[in-house]
């Protein structure tokens, strides 16, 4: 859209064929659907974007507009390492972690099995990018 390559996502129009993956198009749609599945977590969104993704400032930009919009308060973890990955998740227990919006970036594909362990031990409900291809659940 941006790049204007097509006028929206939900209608492109032309002759457009293809598959997109960017992050902040998607994001305010995953904290949408969060808000719907988690409509008691009132005040709380958590993101967690890799600064080094060149998306981040982008994608950041879009959940934060789209958490005010939903009268939702976001607090952004930044993590590139797995030791940041579990600074985060440290950071989401003190601030009291309502619900976790994992960010998109190639940090994620790598350490995606242990964010979701991490999530999942701590019973924070999370949004990701992708599905985990190692989880017994992707079988």
Known sequence: MKAGIVTSLN???GNVTGFFNFGADYGPKRL????????AQTTVFRAHI??????APAETAAIENAA??????????NANTEA???????????????A????TGTLYLDYIGRIAAVAERQRIPA??????KSSPAAS
Not at 50 to 55: E, F, I, Q, R, W
Not at 68 to 77: D, H, M, N
Not at 84 to 98: L, N, P, R
Request: proline letters at 8%; charged letters at 20%; zero cysteines.
């Open 68 to 77: 005010k919009a939903l009268g939702r308060r976001i607090v952004i973890a």
């Open 100 to 103: 976790l919006y994992v960010g």
């Open 84 to 98: 940041g990955v579990d600074s985060a998740f440290t950071i989401f227990a003190e601030q009291h972690v309502g």
């Open 127 to 132: 949004i990701y990018q992708l599905r985990d």
């Open 32 to 39: 949408e659907i969060l808000a719907e599945l988690l409509p």
């Open 11 to 13: 209608h492109p129009g």
């Open 50 to 55: 890799s600064p080094s993704n060149p998306d």
